[in-house]
């Protein structure tokens, strides 16, 4: 699969009210390659490197085990604990990420 898949993938999922708040710059590393977005307004808007450091990067062993975790067909605990995912950066925005292309790979965080 290739990374531009998992771009029309990830348009194609946002949810706008879960990134309510949130104005944040994102980068998806798999291999030697990234993707780079920033979340502001509940607004999605990919670019070929921001010229800020990403608020979060988020590294995945490869496109499919990127593609699985966001889309919720694999677990985002179990891909942590085998390697093949790893955050640097706020690591709590990994739940905001799910929540942001409505995967069930991670828990529901609590609402006050």
Known sequence: MALSALQA???ATFHPPASAGLDATFRLAIGDEELTFQVADGE???ADGYENSPDATFFFESVDIAWALLSGQANAFDAFMAGQFRADGYLMWAF???AMFQSGSLPQTPVE
């Open 44 to 46: 999605l808007n990919f």
């Open 96 to 98: 905001a990420l799910m």
């Open 9 to 11: 993938h990830l348009e």
